[in-house]
């Protein structure tokens, strides 16, 4: 691939990345809660629904946020743009790569 078909194309995926809008990154996950005793709803095993979002920090830590159901379609798209995002910053990254392998070889060529 020629040096100016790869600036073409990491340009494209750049400009792709300044219109992500909002991200997210973790897991959504749905629970289910069982109160101890004085909720029929739990007595017949049924439980509580609820989302959450879920994110692992290093070191093992977790951080876990309580949704309301109206806001899970938001964070489900938020995540999947965060998805997007970062397939996007990997293509940038290999695509720099080329480059430079490309001054490697350049280089390699003008000192021979």
Known sequence: ???????????????????SGDLLRGSLLQRTTFHSSGC???????????????VNYPGA?????????????????ALRRYHQAKEILEAISELTQGLLRLDRDESMERQA
């Open 1 to 19: 691939m020629t040096r100016d078909r790869i600036n073409r194309k990491r340009n494209r995926l750049a400009a792709a990345l300044s219109g």
């Open 61 to 77: 830590k977790n951080r876990q946020l309580s949704l309301r159901p109206q806001q899970v379609p938001q964070v489900r798209k």
């Open 40 to 54: 029929p709803k739990c007595a017949r095993g049924e439980g509580h629904s609820q989302w959450v979002l879920n």
